[in-house]
């Protein structure tokens, strides 16, 4: 789920501005390279946030079809692209591991803790969502957890998301730094192919559809967006630049999901499989188009600067979006 200027340093270009000058002073030591700023992925994320709020703040007989998982789904594939072309870099370079790690952990912690640790105290300071009692597990990273045990999203219950891409974090760091290279691209695959597996079981096994907010739910986002970043490097991938360049694509991904959702078949393999999917696939399709750095009418009004400025601010806006309506 996701803020920052002209250019991006050696993180993605939501970092917080507090903390840049620390942060390159830790890329120049690990030897990370500047990456240019591509301002129509914070257009995305604009319409990403959007789409949330939608689904939170406007009644369902006012729109015709569910949009929080489109927004939701589509920050997953941002992360899986971002975090994994950031980290190809480690390796590229010649990194160490640990100094990888220190750096990479880092600059998490810089640009995610402060408004979400600050958005946990004040809910327990004023006795809000249940945090006097819970805030541990939201401290944690654990939020997901809690409602797959729980069976319910509760107060704070949009938490999951950040906490499914902190866990995201800490393993894939070592899947494309610590392992060799050549494992990657099975790696990304085994954990497409692991994110739809899960969700099948839970279809055939009668269990609840809540159960996709722990990590395995949506490890077929996340990958998919590190296959957008890892497919231009290898030869063998080509079919996948094709595929998520193709505005065929994107057209049939985009029908598929909102065909699916407009006709509310919330049960069955439509929830668990083919919504999902699709949203997974319009999303890599607009992640990987948006990148180009052409000109494209097509693309071009992503980088409006109202849209490119809702984008940079959308993680402090999903972390406190709810605090008027749950809290």
Not at 124 to 129: D, P, Q, R
Not at 169 to 180: G, Q
């Amino acid at each position: 789920m996701r803020l920052n200027a002209n250019k991006e340093s050696a993180f993605d270009e939501a970092e917080s501005r507090i903390f840049v000058g620390e942060a390159n002073s830790l890329a120049q030591k690990v030897g990370v390279s500047k990456l240019s700023y591509l301002s129509r992925l914070d257009g995305i994320r604009g319409l990403s946030i959007s789409a949330v709020l939608v689904e939170h703040f406007v009644s369902n007989r006012f729109r015709p079809f569910t949009t929080g998982g489109l927004g939701v789904l589509t920050f997953f594939v941002l992360s899986g692209y971002l975090i994994t072309r950031n980290l190809m870099q480690y390796g590229t370079r010649g990194t160490p591991t640990c100094a990888a790690a220190r750096h990479f952990y880092w600059r998490r912690l810089l640009r995610l803790s402060p408004p979400y640790y600050l958005a946990i105290a004040i809910a327990a300071i004023f006795g809000l969502a249940g945090m006097r009692s819970t805030w541990w597990v939201h401290a944690l990273y654990l939020s997901n957890v809690k409602i797959a045990l729980q069976g319910t999203f509760g107060g704070a219950g949009h938490f999951w998301s950040l906490s499914v891409e902190e866990q995201f974090y800490i393993f894939w760091f070592f899947v494309v730094v610590a392992l060799p290279r050549r494992f990657l691209a099975p790696a990304i695959f085994a954990s497409i192919a692991a994110g739809s597996l899960y969700r099948l079981g839970l279809y055939v096994l009668g269990i609840g559809h809540i159960k996709v907010v722990l990590l395995p739910g949506v490890t077929d986002s996340l990958a998919a967006g590190a296959l957008i970043a890892y497919a231009p490097q290898s030869a063998r991938l080509a079919f996948v630049e094709r595929l998520f360049l193709d505005w065929r694509t994107l057209v049939f991904s985009l029908f598929m999901a909102v065909l699916v959702s407009w006709i509310q078949q919330w049960n069955g393999a439509t929830r668990y499989l083919v919504y999902p999917l699709a949203i997974t696939l319009l999303a890599g399709c607009a992640v990987r188009l948006g990148v180009q750095t052409t000109k494209d009418w097509r693309l071009d009004w992503l980088s409006w600067f109202p849209l490119r400025y809702l984008g940079r601010i959308s993680y402090g806006v999903y972390v406190y979006h709810l605090s008027c309506r749950s809290w």
